[in-house]
């Protein structure tokens, strides 16, 4: 992680996510610009976080830890996910991995501003209950579609969560076919026996550690909707 010490920049972001509609009179306000590299692990599970994060450009990826040391993806957010609401509330250390997957830039107000500051503030209130039934909806969703799915219908969901306006699926420039599988709860070989099925059947194209869609209704259909978002 990097502070960013552009103050323009910073300036742009706030007022590009209407920060003034959660937080009157943004100038008193002690926002910290931070930057972090595609690949970069933002939180581990267990930590104390100090401060709540806007995440204001990037992708980022949360993972789940479970008994057998590995992690099952739960989501993929996008701006304008809020990062740390519930250890905010409840007050317990960081519940879930957080790693991005592109360069991403992140606004952060600390907690204790905000505990002194803003608990009577009924817009920044009613923006953190969106966020939690949010996680609570998309972790519900990522919950069924891990125990219920087909690996087939994990992995097109998984793909069309991580893929680009050019079709193009990101995430596999910075995961491991192993790393992914271990995400989706299967094996690396049930994962590649998948993946060069849909090589054969001309859904998807694989070169090296990147995949391109070239037919994505057919992988929308597969998916049967679902989505790690």
């Given at each position: ?24 009179q ?5 926002f ?38 590995k ?25 879930s ?15 204790e ?63 491991s ?22 090589v ?25 909707g679902?989505?790690?978002?």
């Amino acid at each position: 992680m990097k502070i960013v010490k552009n103050d323009q920049l910073l300036h742009e972001k706030l007022m590009a996510y209407h920060f003034d509609t959660i937080f009157p009179q943004l100038e008193k306000h002690p926002f910290i610009l931070q930057s972090f590299e595609a690949g970069e692990i933002m939180l581990d599970e267990g930590v104390d976080m100090t401060a709540l994060l806007y995440l204001v450009e990037g992708t980022i990826k949360v993972t789940a830890s479970v008994g057998n040391g590995k992690s099952l993806l739960l989501r993929f957010n996008h701006p304008f996910a809020v990062i740390g609401d519930i250890e905010f509330i409840r007050h317990v250390p960081v519940q879930s991995q957080i790693t991005a997957v592109t360069d991403c830039l992140c606004i952060a107000v600390s907690f204790e501003y905000l505990r002194r500051f803003e608990m009577n503030n009924a817009a920044f209130l009613k923006s953190l209950l969106q966020q939690v039934t949010y996680k609570l909806q998309t972790n519900t969703t990522a919950s069924r579609v891990n125990l219920l799915s087909s690996v087939d219908q994990r992995f097109a969901s998984y793909l069309l969560s991580v893929t680009d306006s050019e079709h193009f699926a990101y995430e596999m420039q910075y995961a491991s076919i192993s790393e992914i599988a271990d995400l989706l709860g299967t094996t690396h070989r049930h994962l590649n026996r998948v993946i060069k099925q849909l090589v054969e059947q001309k859904i998807i194209e694989k070169k090296r550690r990147s995949i391109h869609i070239l037919n994505k209704e057919a992988l929308e259909d597969l998916s049967q909707g679902a989505r790690y978002e």
